[in-house]
């Protein structure tokens, strides 16, 4: 069989081809796109330790309604350990790149920190649950008169 290397043939050949792999290749999913349902499950570890709605009472850790448009440590309810207050003028705000860093090992980001959970080694689970977490702790949009 000869194959024409010019002309209309190679090029659609070409094409063939091209998209042939395209259509048979999987496509993966973005790891930094957050699911706010595996969100909610992997805040399922937190649920011992915090609240997420206005109102809500603290727990152990505090209730986290705001978390994201308030200081760190700024809950004036709850008493917080030395170490996170220490550490909260460096913190200054929780975002995502601070919230991911402390989750992945609260230990190691503050030393002294009474809060025991060892942390989320894997960072899809954290990109998660931080989407899950702005979503449940933001308040509500004004309503409209």
Known sequence: ????WKGIVAPALALTIGLGMTLSTPVMADPLVPDLKKGERVFKKC???HTLKEGEANKIGPNLYGMFTRGVAAKE?????KAMRTKAPEIAEWNDETLAIYLKKPSKYIKGTAMSFAGLRKEKQRVNVIAYLKQETAPAPAEAE
């Open 1 to 4: 069989m000869k194959f024409v």
């Open 47 to 49: 649920k011992a330790c």
């Open 77 to 81: 309810d709850f008493n917080y350990s």
